[in-house]
Nanobody
């Protein structure tokens, strides 16, 4: 099983990034996918989630209206489009997969940096 995030980097305030999480080794289309982030010394927080079929999404309060989660089950990939980025968005972003019997997989994370 692998979840491989990519697309992180350095972006100026107000800019955009698109994160990708490529999945392999499990039935991607059966899993709820989410993006989380964790700043040093803080708990991991939910950024966005999407149901297995893509019909329902949810967002953390701090990113609602700026970030959009989507998935392509044919490509086994989930995306996070991040717009209007702010310095407080700086942290590591993780991809998470949850199966029907509460099997959980995590990716290794990708760093997003928005300088102040």
């Amino acid at each position: 099983v692998q979840l491989v995030e990519s697309g992180g980097g350095l972006v100026q305030p107000g800019g955009s990034l698109r994160l990708s999480c490529a999945a392999s080794g499990f039935t991607f289309s059966s899993y709820v996918m989410s993006w989380y982030r964790q700043a040093p010394g803080k708990e991991r927080e939910l950024v966005a989630g999407i149901t297995s079929g893509g019909g329902t999404t949810t967002y953390g309060a701090s990113v609602k209206g700026r970030f959009t989660i989507s998935r392509d089950n044919a490509k086994n990939t989930v995306y996070l489009q991040m717009n209007s980025l702010k310095p407080k968005d700086t942290t590591v972003y993780y991809c998470k997969a949850v199966g029907s019997i509460s099997v959980v997989y995590w990716g290794q994370g990708t760093q997003v940096t928005v300088p102040s």
